[in-house]
């Protein structure tokens, strides 16, 4: 489903990621760790496409399409979505219009006729309660005055309506406590088929009690080191990454 | 609806930058006491509005232009310009006689002239150019004792009513514009809702410049008597063309006892193209007051058109209680300028007045806020509350807020708030996440951003306004 083969990519001149390589196919779920400044969140980044990032180097294919070749909005057509580690607030802007928007530039995307107006109120309540989410939210501005742990249910709320077949969760545990930890779990792993896959990027192991990993990666300086089993984060747990980082730069 | 708008947004420059090839009644170009009797004779005008004219052309001469707007205004010639443009079949008496080429402009206009107007309970007056072509509904209006005409038809069938009310608001002396509209002006709508009488329909006027070289000098009149109610729109658009063209309108507007008056306009003249040549050039004076108690008057205005804007709508509250609103939304693009605003003068006890403006400013243009609010001593318990917002897309464009109070009652409460924004780039990667593309994601965060004071349009005017703004504002971004 998604191939990223040796990517480069630099901000403001800045190389983060230095020939990074990952495989993912349907059904999976990868979770992506490492410690702070590895490039994390630039891989999310420069695989929604954000402007703020330059790729140099290698190639990212989705379902057979060259990613580096479309835009942003392109790519979330394709079915890639990314679950923001910091979710901008959008003043002025209801849920229910920024969601339905979202929706039919996706169907349009697909060559679809637009949403009509009971399917998407059905689908609006469908989801909020997968994710159990408070009427009130839908019907304020996108994420304005919400709570961080609001904001990041929100996000889950957002992948529910999309559908993707790639979700990208870009540090989703941060800022949640347990219970809100719990529901946001619970909702990706209700969403979870054979069909589609998830990349979670954590710094904790904390998350992947609940989102269970079929893989493990430990991104280090831009590259993925080591690659394990869910096990690999309950190692890294408990004896943090400056194992690895001697592992790799004694190399 | 969001679908109909991308669709659009995609697709259109200036949508109403058409020209009609109709038969036009031109006068030459110049300004002189005898063009102003031209104009009174073709109108075939009573004596004594021949008689204003001549006075309101006399004071003109000794005025100049105003230069204390943030315009940077090109000179202006007036002997450039005709004074009068007609379309040549005149005064139609049903549909049927209009000019059919006159019909197919308004309907490409989105203006529905024919019956079915019915179902969306709008009269129209539309004035091409400078005539009033057809008022819908007034026999349905007339009914109510409603006056829903032309300012011509008005002047000839009820003279005590133009003379009673004509320029007690504005006077012809009032600022170079007002005065230069007085003499010259060519047509408009006049409205009267009698006692007590709620209008049924939203009333309309489409104005529309089509000649070239010719300037659109329109009065409107509404005279809303007590314990009435009138919801008045506005629509302006004209074709695209190369020099400039100018457009000074006179709005009063008097509202008596307990009576309530809702004024809307989307103006959207011909703003010029990307690289700032040509443009209306909008410079006009609205004025009501709020002449008895509890009356009440409401200014709501989006502005995306124009090359130049120069607009107060303002309000004197001189009865006790009586309240004034004023709710603007002003976008500017590429090279265009606005200097607009309103001011409340409050005179009356317990007058209550609010201002909501809202700026959105774009490449190059220039867009400021223009504000007074004045207490006078006998207005005690006066409230005003302000809120000017700029919205910034871009770093070459400017925004601009001149507020002015003037309290002179220390019982009053005037409360003044602003802030300037701009949309993030966050922001716009957020929504491209979502498969929303910057375009879209601009006039998502843009009607948003007005969306308080489009929610005080009228159901048909607020779909179209939404369009409007994100085809002004169509490549700002990116």
Redesign the interface.
């Known amino acids: 489903m998604l191939e990223i083969k040796d990517i480069h990519a630099n901000i403001n001149g800045k190389e983060i990621l230095k020939g990074l390589i990952l495989k993912v196919n349907p059904g999976e779920i990868h979770a992506i760790m490492g410690p702070n400044g590895a490039g994390k969140s630039t891989l999310a980044s420069v695989l929604?496409?954000?402007?703020?990032f330059e790729v140099t180097h290698g190639s990212i294919s989705f379902h057979g399409k060259d990613m580096l070749e479309l835009?942003?909005?392109q790519r979330?057509?394709e079915g890639i979505?990314?679950s923001?580690q910091y979710?901008?607030e959008?003043?002025?802007?209801?849920m229910v219009?920024?969601m339905?928007?979202?929706i039919?530039?996706?169907r349009?995307?697909r060559q679809l006729e637009?949403i009509s107006a009971t399917d998407f109120l059905r689908l609006m309540r469908e989801k909020k309660e997968l994710v159990e989410m408070d009427n009130k939210l839908t019907n304020r501005?996108v994420n304005e005055g919400f709570s961080g742990g609001e904001k990041k249910r929100n996000e889950i709320f957002?992948m529910a309506m999309?559908d993707p077949d790639l979700s990208i969760l870009d540090e989703t545990d941060s800022g949640l406590d347990i219970d809100a930890l719990r529901i946001v779990a619970n909702g990706v792993n209700k969403l979870k088929t054979d069909k589609n896959a998830t990349i979670v990027i954590t710094h904790y192991q904390r998350l992947l009690d609940y989102i269970v990993p079929d893989f493990v990666h430990v991104l280090y300086d831009g590259r993925i080191v080591k690659t394990g089993d869910k096990n690999l984060a309950l190692e890294l747990e408990e004896k943090g990454y400056d194992w690895i980082k001697k592992e790799v730069d004694g190399e | 609806m969001a679908e109909d708008i991308l669709h659009e947004v995609t697709q259109t420059d200036y949508k109403y930058g058409f020209t009609t090839d109709i038969e036009t009644d031109i006068i030459p170009v110049g300004l002189n006491e005898d063009v102003v009797r031209l104009i009174s004779a073709k109108k075939k005008e009573p004596e004594w509005m021949l008689e204003y004219r001549l006075k309101a052309y006399r004071h003109w001469t000794t005025m100049k232009m105003p230069e204390w707007a943030h315009l940077k205004i090109p000179e202006i010639d007036y002997q450039s310009i005709s004074y009068y443009a007609a379309p040549r079949k005149n005064a139609p008496k049903s549909l049927d006689e209009v000019d059919p080429e006159l019909l197919n402009t308004f309907n490409k206009l989105g203006i529905p002239l024919e019956e079915q107007m019915a179902l969306s309970g709008i009269a129209v007056d539309a004035v091409m150019d400078s005539v009033s072509v057809k008022t819908t509904f007034k026999e349905t209006l007339a009914e109510k004792g409603i006056i829903f005409c032309s300012f011509s038809e008005a002047v000839e069938h009820h003279p005590d009513l133009i003379q009673k009310y004509m320029s007690s608001v504005v006077p012809v002396t009032d600022n170079f514009f007002a005065a230069l509209n007085s003499a010259v002006f060519s047509d408009g709508s006049f409205v009267y809702i009698p006692k007590g009488v709620r209008c049924p329909m939203e009333l309309s006027t489409y104005f529309r410049i089509n000649a070239v070289n010719t300037g659109q000098f329109e009065r409107t009149l509404i005279v809303a008597d007590e314990d009435s109610y009138v919801s008045y729109l506005e629509g302006c658009t004209a074709p695209t063309r190369d020099e400039n063209q100018l457009h000074a309108a006179i709005v009063e507007i008097v509202v008596h006892k307990n009576a309530e008056v809702k004024y809307s306009t989307v103006q959207n003249w011909y703003p010029g193209d990307k690289d700032g040549r040509g443009g209306v050039y909008n410079f006009v004076t609205k004025r009501g007051i709020c002449k008895g108690e509890n009356s009440k008057l409401s200014w709501t205005q989006v502005e995306t058109g124009s090359a130049i804007t120069w607009k107060y709508p303002s309000c004197i509250l001189q009865g006790d209680n009586s309240s004034a609103e004023f709710y603007s939304v002003a976008v500017t693009n590429h090279h265009q300028q606005a200097d607009t605003g309103t001011k409340m003068i409050h005179l009356g006890k317990n007058t209550r007045s609010h201002i909501l403006s809202k700026g959105i400013s774009a490449g190059l243009s220039n867009n400021s806020y223009r504000g007074l609010v004045r207490v006078n001593p006998k207005a005690d318990n006066a409230r005003n509350f302000s809120q000017c917002d700029s919205l910034l897309l871009g770093d070459k464009c400017g925004a601009h807020t001149f507020p002015y109070m003037e309290v002179n009652n220390e019982t009053a409460i005037v409360e003044h708030e602003a802030t300037t924004s701009k949309i993030s780039e966050d922001q716009i990667f957020y929504c491209n996440q979502r498969g929303i593309s910057t375009e879209d994601a601009v006039g998502l965060i843009v009607n948003g951003y007005a969306k308080e004071v489009l929610n005080k349009l009228p159901m048909e005017f607020a779909v179209e306004a939404q369009k409007l703004l994100q085809i002004t504002l169509e490549g700002s971004v990116g």
């Open positions: 929604t496409g954000n402007p703020a835009s942003p909005e979330a057509n979505f990314l923001f979710p901008v959008i003043p002025g802007v209801s219009n920024f339905r928007t979202a039919n530039e996706q349009k995307y637009p501005s957002q999309l």
